[in-house]
């Protein structure tokens, strides 16, 4: 580790925490209905869509409500990429000639981007056309993570609100979070990224010479409006097959920096949204220090390995960190910055391989995702997701001193405890069943390229990718095959709709409670205490569901190359 790197780390820290009031600010005046800068513009836009969808912004949903037309939403888009996919090779805007892409596949690919996922089995650039990737998946980049903040949104709602039936519109919330939160940004951040040197053009893939005197097909496309919502939507489907590392996707440092930037920004201030929407802003500062604990942590481990470097490599005489599957223009730092970032979103965008990080490397990522993404998390899925370990934390408060838990004046109950597991422990049922059947069932392990703890690391990692909606894939695992396919979008759905489901339960549970004062023996949730109790609640949960799977895998693999050994 180098000064240098811990300066970039910072600086990247500082500048993400200076994002958080103002972006904060700026969504709780859209989400609360609030004239904004672009009202003007928007604002006639917004009640047109009200009106063709038959809804308004004054009407209001039961929770059950909410769920079911967020449920039907999801179907129809599934539906409408996996017909896209499907009739590809008769649409237009195909100039590289690509086929229809095979049922298994774009059924996996459809739940993936549905799901905010977006692991692909394919390379996109040898795969998808340019209408499939305008028309089908960067449209479910913006939906997908729309979905995701109004879910957020609704569940702020349950704590914020007394005696009440409602928890807003899904409509509503789906629309003015698309329209005036996500497509401004991403048209800023278009621009900028056109202005860094990524392609955005219709024109066909461009043949040249290299000065071998052999043909190269160039792939163009519609790039930098992708980058943007990929990012900025926590989403990380690549336009390219090797994603952020491609010079066409990230081709800088300040390309790098504005991209990392881009996926923490809308979850951390979401963490400022909720303290306003609840009356105290301390309250989303507690959470988000909780959620910077873990991260720093993370990044200091991951750091820390990749620039101590293989120890078997160190055998051989051959000094340094870890340069193995890293760009030599982002380096060691901002590769173990960026593989946290995306693992502790639920993005999975990559700007290095995470197959060739040093196993306790690899580590952190697998980590990250297997807590559940709630370091900061998708853009909606991280805070509703640590809205349910908060839940747990307080009710573990309340068995401590031997009183009814509260948090915000609510009483947190057996109802709402109940629901917070269930969101919490379906993550590990789908991550380590499928795991665990994977690596006996024949036709799955035939998929795997190494063997040892690493290749079991593979296959956890990708089912743990898979549930966690990150999208990220460890490598070495040939996942285009019916197995894959189809179990890793069980994992996709049952990682996003067996969450969203008890959070919104909560959220409507919560709302018709009355609010109760605070008292004498009411455990203050906007210090350091609290703070404290909630990185233990997410340590111990996560560890004890987890450390089993994760001794077979990186730690038994990284003790094995201390003592020069390797699989």
């Known amino acids: 580790m180098t000064l240098n790197g811990w300066i970039q780390i910072l600086v990247y820290c500082g500048i993400l925490l200076l994002l958080v009031k103002p972006l904060g600010s700026y969504i709780y005046r859209v989400f609360s209905g609030?004239?904004?800068?672009?009202?003007?513009?928007?604002?006639?836009?917004?009640?047109?869509?009200?009106?063709?969808?038959?809804t308004g912004e004054k009407e209001e949903q039961h929770w059950a409500v909410y769920a079911t037309g967020m449920l039907l939403f999801n179907l129809a888009g599934f539906l409408v990429l996996y017909?896209?996919?499907?009739?590809?090779?008769?649409?237009?805007?195909?100039?590289?000639?690509?086929?229809?892409?095979?049922?298994?596949?774009?059924?996996?690919?459809?739940?993936?981007?549905?799901?905010?996922?977006?692991?692909?089995?394919?390379?996109g650039e040898s795969t998808m056309s340019y209408l499939v990737q305008m028309a089908g998946l960067t449209v479910q980049n913006f939906v997908s993570a729309a979905t995701g903040?109004?879910?957020?949104?609704?569940?702020?709602?349950?704590?914020?609100?007394?005696?009440?039936?409602?928890?807003?519109?899904?409509?509503?919330?789906?629309?003015?979070?698309?329209?005036?939160?996500?497509?401004?940004?991403?048209?800023?951040?278009?621009?900028?990224?056109?202005?860094?040197?990524?392609?955005?053009?219709?024109?066909?893939?461009?043949?040249?010479?290299?000065?071998?005197?052999?043909?190269?097909?160039?792939?163009?496309?519609?790039?930098?409006?992708?980058?943007?919502?990929?990012?900025?939507?926590?989403?990380?489907?690549?336009?390219?097959?090797?994603?952020?590392?491609?010079?066409?996707?990230?081709?800088?440092?300040?390309?790098?920096?504005?991209?990392?930037?881009?996926i923490f920004?809308?979850?951390?201030?979401?963490?400022?949204?909720?303290?306003?929407?609840?009356?105290?802003?301390?309250?989303?500062?507690?959470?988000l220090a909780s959620m910077g604990v873990l991260f720093l942590v993370g990044v200091a481990v991951c750091y820390w390995a990749e620039a101590a470097g293989n120890p078997l490599v160190h055998a051989l005489g051959i000094d340094g960190g870890n340069m193995e599957g890293k760009e030599t223009r982002f380096g060691i730092a901002m590769?173990?910055?960026?593989?946290?970032?995306?693992?502790?979103?639920?993005?999975?965008?990559?700007?290095?391989?995470?197959?060739?990080?040093?196993a306790l490397g690899g580590m952190i990522p697998l980590i990250n995702m297997q807590l559940g993404e709630v370091i900061v998390g998708g853009v909606g899925a991280g805070f509703y997701g640590i809205l349910m370990f908060v839940v747990v934390a307080v009710f573990v408060a309340g068995l401590m001193v031997g009183r009814t838990p509260e948090y915000l004046g609510k009483k947190i109950e057996a109802k709402e405890v109940k629901m917070a597991m269930l969101a919490i422990l379906c993550l590990p049922l789908a991550m380590l069943i499928f795991t665990a059947i994977a690596v006996v069932l024949p036709s799955a392990v035939a998929s795997i390229a190494n063997s040892g703890p690493h290749g079991f690391t593979e296959v956890l990692y990708a089912y743990t990718s898979a549930a966690a909606n990150n999208g990220s894939a460890f490598g070495g695992l040939t996942g285009n095959t019916p197995w894959y396919n189809i179990t890793m979008a069980i994992g996709m759905l049952m990682g996003r709709f067996l969450v969203i489901i008890p959070?919104?339960?909560?959220?409507?549970?919560?709302?018709?409670?009355?609010?109760?004062?605070?008292?004498?023996?009411?455990?203050?949730?906007?210090?350091?205490?609290?703070?404290?109790?909630?990185?233990?609640?997410?340590?111990?949960?996560g560890g004890l569901t987890f450390f089993p799977s994760l001794a077979v895998g990186p730690i038994v693999e990284h003790l094995a190359m201390i003592h020069g050994q390797t699989f």
């Open 34 to 54: 609030d004239r904004t800068l672009l009202s003007p513009v928007l604002a006639p836009i917004e009640r047109g869509l009200y009106r063709l969808a038959g």
């Open 83 to 123: 017909v896209l996919q499907r009739l590809q090779g008769a649409l237009p805007y195909n100039p590289a000639g690509m086929t229809p892409v095979e049922p298994g596949l774009a059924f996996n690919t459809a739940v993936s981007f549905v799901t905010n996922t977006n692991w692909q089995n394919y390379g």
């Open 149 to 262: 903040i109004a879910i957020a949104i609704a569940l702020i709602r349950g704590f914020a609100r007394a005696s009440g039936k409602s928890i807003g519109n899904f409509w509503v919330d789906l629309t003015r979070c698309t329209l005036h939160v996500l497509l401004p940004l991403c048209i800023v951040l278009t621009l900028v990224y056109v202005w860094l040197g990524i392609p955005q053009t219709l024109g066909p893939y461009v043949d040249a010479t290299t000065l071998e005197g052999a043909k190269q097909t160039i792939a163009l496309g519609p790039v930098a409006s992708q980058v943007a919502i990929k990012m900025l939507g926590t989403n990380g489907g690549g336009f390219f097959n090797a994603n952020a590392a491609h010079p066409f996707e990230n081709p800088n440092a300040i390309s790098n920096l504005i991209q990392m930037l881009s």
């Open 265 to 287: 920004a809308i979850g951390a201030a979401l963490t400022n949204v909720f303290g306003r929407m609840v009356g105290s802003e301390r309250q989303g500062w507690a959470i």
């Open 335 to 358: 590769s173990a910055l960026f593989a946290v970032i995306t693992t502790a979103a639920s993005c999975g965008a990559v700007n290095a391989m995470h197959d060739s990080f040093t």
């Open 503 to 541: 959070a919104l339960a909560i959220a409507g549970s919560l709302a018709a409670k009355k609010t109760v004062p605070a008292s004498a023996g009411t455990f203050p949730t906007d210090g350091s205490l609290f703070v404290g109790l909630l990185v233990g609640v997410i340590s111990i949960v």
